[in-house]
């Protein structure tokens, strides 16, 4: 058994090549190889989203805390909720953060493939991320 306490996790702003606005990672730890599990608790300030990205192995996403937006390429943009948790394929073109007006914080899992859980594409234009919600 490992415990890490509240306060010992390590914490990091979202670098700007990844994110626009504030955002701030706390690492979950997770174990070291041969495992691949790669966990955060991501919280967003108002307006606060990713880059448009991709996950190798896919990523799960569950909202524990206000209100977000998420879309995949050529999709709707769709409102997110406390409660929500969110699939995306492996490969499948996305981003997410919390809404113009609120906070949000989520718990992000995937798994790496070669030390990597991520590839980082463009930001998101502020027409793709102001578009309007569907639920």
């Known amino acids: 058994m490992q415990i890490t306490r509240s306060g010992?996790?390590?914490q990091r702003?979202?670098?700007?090549?990844?994110?626009?606005g504030a955002v701030?990672?706390?690492a979950v730890p997770t174990p070291t190889a041969?495992?691949?599990?790669?966990?955060?608790r991501v919280t967003f300030q108002p307006g606060a989203r990713t880059a448009w990205h991709t996950h190798p192995f896919g990523q799960t996403l569950v909202v524990l805390s206000g209100e977000g937006r998420a879309q995949t390429e050529g999709?709707?943009?769709q409102a997110l909720h406390v409660g929500d948790t969110l699939w995306f394929a492996p490969g499948e073109k996305?981003?997410?953060?919390?809404?113009?007006?609120?906070?949000?914080?989520?718990?992000a899992l995937q798994e790496a493939k070669d030390g990597?859980?991520?590839d980082w594409l463009e930001q998101v234009s502020d027409a793709d991320y102001t578009a309007a919600p569907v639920r």
């Open 8 to 10: 010992q996790h390590d």
């Open 13 to 20: 702003s979202g670098p700007s090549e990844y994110f626009t």
């Open 24 to 26: 701030q990672i706390v």
């Open 34 to 40: 041969p495992g691949r599990l790669n966990a955060a």
């Open 75 to 77: 999709g709707p943009v």
């Open 94 to 107: 996305h981003w997410h953060g919390a809404a113009p007006d609120s906070t949000m914080c989520h718990l």
């Open 116 to 118: 990597s859980a991520a």
